[in-house]
């Protein structure tokens, strides 16, 4: 049972463009919800996170817009750049200090 | 801040031998957390610990797989038989609580595990 899906698999964008990845989950217990980038090789970096309460974060290039009714959070990357290319993971967790579950990744290649 | 700290980073065993990965967290985290990345199934949860004790182990995916939390800097995650579906990127995290008063985990670089 996969409590947290994301799509979509894969997304290429020209550079300039601003990719959409979007996350669903199940558990309304969930209370943070971050985003992490990897790049290959690299262990998972966190990149932004909301709490329910709030509909949008930004910070840089990067906004987190959440839908608590729908159960629905998704990315956007304004201005996007080949150095964005990575694999973008979502992520919701339970109150407290406790693990992460995630989604299964979008690989995003930006393009020249 | 040296991050977390992981050894060794990639690790080449034959189906059967004890494999030991070690982990450093950050320095004034007091959670630890190990996870699994593979191709078919992600990232999961293998084990966390809260201040050196072990909080939830549901993740382990059978007795050949043991982890330990002695002090507060310093795991480890055992793998004893080793078998080739055991292939994968190992991480540690470990966890601060952050500006917005949530719990924001931080990733080491990860151990590759091969077993053949």
């Known amino acids: 049972q996969q409590q947290v899906k994301q799509s979509p698999q894969s997304l290429i964008v020209q550079k300039g463009g601003i990719p959409i990845i979007n996350c669903a989950y199940e558990n309304t217990a969930f209370d943070y919800f971050p985003w992490y980038q990897q790049f290959p090789g690299k262990g998972p970096a966190l990149l932004i996170a909301?709490?329910?309460?709030?509909s949008e974060k930004k910070e840089g290039r990067f906004t987190i817009s959440f839908n608590k009714s729908a159960k629905q959070f998704s990315l956007h990357i304004m201005d996007s750049q080949p150095g964005d290319s990575a694999t973008y993971f979502c992520?919701?967790?339970?109150?407290?200090?406790?693990?992460?579950?995630f989604g299964k990744g979008t690989r995003l290649s930006v393009i020249a | 801040d040296a991050g977390v700290i992981q050894s060794p980073r990639h690790e080449v065993t034959e189906m059967g031998q004890e494999v030991t990965l070690r982990c450093k967290p950050i320095s004034g985290h007091n959670s630890l957390f190990w996870y699994r990345q593979t191709m078919m199934r992600g990232l999961e949860l293998l084990i966390y610990?809260?201040?050196?004790?072990?909080?939830?182990d549901s993740g382990m995916p059978e007795d050949r797989f043991s982890a330990k939390m002695p002090n507060a800097s310093f795991s480890t995650l055992k793998i004893q038989p080793s078998e080739p579906r055991d292939s994968a990127v190992y991480f540690c995290a470990s966890s601060l609580k952050g500006a917005g008063n949530f719990y924001e985990q931080y990733f080491g670089p990860g151990t590759r595990l091969t077993v053949t």
């Open positions: 909301i709490r329910p309460d709030v």
């Open positions: 992520a919701a967790s339970m109150p407290g200090n406790t693990p992460l579950v």
């Open positions: 610990f809260n201040n050196n004790v072990p909080i939830d």
